[in-house]
């Protein structure tokens, strides 16, 4: 199956979509601007150098009479005033071509044999034409056939300054568009960080209620398109709540029911058990049955009331200071089995520890009595400090859990599939999730891993943050 497509971030998104309309709008109008400004400034020099040249070749006109020399011709054309200081005049008279002085634009070189054709055939009206010269720089050229001495009279001026000022302009123009592209990029950041905002409370609001703060909440705040959400959010979590607790006390009650009625049989068990002798063979056989299933009922009441204390969150830590290794060895003495085999691996004797002794003491304990049941017995306790953090292992040599249980196993109710077997009929499955909320409860965790290569041996490490030294 094909791995679904992943779409881009929300937040890059919005970013992207921000930077590219300010691309867009700005683009927009720097073209919009370049034109117009481009299309303003060529009519407006189309339109002043043709009054110019026109003034200009009426001028020549009076002044090219027969018998002008082609020196005062030059003069006076060198003496036109052009629309630019560039601007250059030319004349044809006859056959001869006389150019102001000094010379931008040579004549006839320069001109263009179109525009030359057209002044020449039109009668009065003249012509223009734009073009680039050889050596690339754009020119105006404005033609008048005259009336006198059949001359012709050509004006020339250049548009470099015209191509300058608009290569200016569209430089600026990119310069601002890319600013403003940039700009709306960290408008885009801002803005999503703003927006995305109450969605990224919501997602850490939900993983609390997740990973069990079920008292977490949003705050709705006074931002009515918000508003209805979190209220909506904040109901459901409200509801999620009360099903909880209620499902916790509801546990908790049924345990707590089960408790007297449990005291008075197992009371009237122990009479029986104290009158074995007077029971026939049978009744000896079904009281035996009777008192394991009992004794295996009575833990599964305790652990049940116990662990309900957790869902209810009734359970408070009772913090002591102690040493811990002392404690670790008086908890395995007290043991009715003693196990004098256990090795005890400690780096420091002294290591002081804040915890619940209480709840401490069942931690271990519950360990060492799954060892028994499952293991042959643990065969070393392991003490370390990591990291300011306390880790203490309880280590045996049995069969291991599996790698693809070693997370579920801390489930309520959860019996390994390999270890379970040679205990079947003894646990209740409670007992490790016990274990993970007590340490849970010192802010700790508890984990398991295999000891040997092959899997088996099975070393539980409980983690407790509160290591003083
Ligand atoms: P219970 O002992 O009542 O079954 P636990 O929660 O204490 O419940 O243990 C869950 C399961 O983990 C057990 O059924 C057993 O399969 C497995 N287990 C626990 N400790 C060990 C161990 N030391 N070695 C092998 N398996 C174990």
Known sequence: MKPPKRSMRLRTRLILTFG??????????????????????????????????????????????????????RDFLSNLRGVRAESTAVLRVETDWISADPVVFVAPDSLNTELLETVNSSSTDGAKMKYRMEDGTPVLVIGFPLATRNALYFEATPLDDIEDTLDSLADTLMLVSGGIFLFGIAIGFWASRRVLFPVEEVGHTAKAIAVGDLSARLDVGNDPDLEVLASTFNQMADTLEERIQADAKFASNVSHELRSPLTTIMASIDILNGNKDLLDENSNIALNLLNADLERFRQLVEDLLEISRYDVGVNALILERFLIVE????????????????????????????????????????????????????????????DNALIISVIDNGPGIRREEQSSIFDRFARGSEGGRRGSGTGTGLGLSLVAEHVKLHGGSVTVSNVNPDGTGSKFSVTLPKAVK
């Open 327 to 386: 404690f670790l060895k008086r908890v395995t003495e007290q043991r009715s089995s003693k196990d004098t085999s256990i090795v005890f691996l400690f780096e420091l004797n002294d290591i002081l520890i804040e915890a619940d002794k209480r709840r401490l003491a069942r931690v271990i304990n519950n360990l060492l009595d799954n060892a028994d049941y499952y293991a042959g017995g643990a065969t070393a306790i392991e003490v370390q400090i990591k």
């Open 20 to 73: 590219v309309s300010a691309l867009l709008i700005t683009s927009g109008i720097s073209i919009l601007t370049y034109f117009l400004v481009r299309g303003n400034l060529i009519e407006n020099r189309d339109q002043s150098a043709l009054s110019v040249a026109s003034v200009n070749a009426r001028q020549a006109e009076r002044r090219i009479f027969e018998g002008a020399t082609d020196q005062a011709v």
